[in-house]
């Protein structure tokens, strides 16, 4: 359990401040949904590996070691998300990332993580 305050104390200033700066409800659910997408190892790895480079499904199947049916419902959840995005060039279809924030996130737990290895 974590440690809690042994005397029960509102700081109604900093509350209040606080309150004023949160999120809507809308957004948490966004964010929230955001992270769950990543939460998965295995859209994690598809997604790393989008850090690296564009790539097709077939790519991607062999990189994550997950079959092409398995690697398209990974990726319809991240495309729901907005992590991912594609364009085809005639019978294949590449994904990247929707943008550079999403590398910088991944970017940033990765050097978290790695501060204690």
């Known amino acids: 359990m974590a440690e809690v305050c042994e005397v029960h104390k509102q700081h109604m200033d900093k509350i ?3 309150k004023k700066k949160l999120p809507s409800q809308e957004i948490d659910l966004e964010v929230s949904d955001f992270f769950d997408a990543l939460g998965n190892p295995s859209r994690l790895n598809i997604v790393f590996a989008l850090m690296e480079d564009e790539l097709c499904t077939c790519d991607l199947s062999n990189i994550s070691n997950l079959s092409v049916s398995a690697v398209s419902h990974q990726l319809r959840i991240l495309k729901d998300r907005k992590i991912v995005t594609y364009r085809k ?3 294949n279809v590449f994904y990247r990332l929707s943008d550079n924030h999403i590398k910088d996130i991944l970017k940033i737990a990765l050097e978290h993580i790695k501060e204690d290895h």
């Open 16 to 18: 209040l401040k606080v």
């Open 89 to 91: 060039d005639g019978k």
